[in-house]
Nanobody, 124 residues
Framework: QPVESGGASVQAGGSLNLSCTFS????????RAWFRQAPGKGREGISCISFSVGKTSYQESVEGRFTISRDDAKNTIYLQMNNLKPEDTAMYYC???????????????????WGPGTQVTVSS
C-alpha cells in the first residue's frame, strides 16, 4: 500500500510538497497518480505521471499550480502544490495506475488499495 505524507494546514497562496512511497509495486512499472477527496465529495484524480518518460497530466483546476514528479530509485512520487486555494482542501491520496501512460481516463485504472492519505487544509 502507498503511504502519503506532507499534508498540513496553510493559508491561501501558500505551498506544500506531498510525498508518496509505494511498496509491493516494482519501481517504474506503472504510471503513478495523485487523487483527492474534499469533504462531502467523491474522490477525483488530479494528476498523473507516466512510466519512464515522465509525461504528465493534470486536472484543469490544478494545472499550472501543481507539479507531479517521480523518483523511481526511491519508489516515490511527489506533488508540489503552489498558490494553494481553499478549494484545494481535501484528503490527498496516491496510487499506481495499471497503464504505462496517462492518456484517457487514467483515473479509472487504479491498481491496489488506498493508503491512509494526507490532509491538506487551506484557509482563506
Amino acid at each position: 500500500q502507498p503511504v502519503e505524507s506532507g499534508g498540513a494546514s496553510v493559508q491561501a497562496g501558500g505551498s506544500l510538497n506531498l510525498s508518496c512511497t509505494f511498496s509491493g509495486v516494482n519501481g517504474g512499472d506503472f504510471a503513478r497518480a495523485w487523487f483527492r477527496q474534499a469533504p462531502g465529495k467523491g474522490r477525483e484524480g488530479i494528476s498523473c505521471i507516466s512510466f519512464s518518460v515522465g509525461k504528465t497530466s493534470y486536472q484543469e483546476s490544478v494545472e499550472g499550480r501543481f507539479t507531479i514528479s517521480r523518483d523511481d530509485a526511491k519508489n516515490t512520487i511527489y506533488l508540489q502544490m503552489n498558490n494553494l486555494k481553499p478549494e484545494d482542501t481535501a484528503m490527498y491520496y496516491c496510487a499506481a495506475i495499471t497503464r504505462l501512460d496517462c492518456r484517457g481516463s487514467w483515473w479509472d485504472h487504479r491498481a491496489g488499495g488506498w493508503g491512509p492519505g494526507t490532509q491538506v487544509t487551506v484557509s482563506s
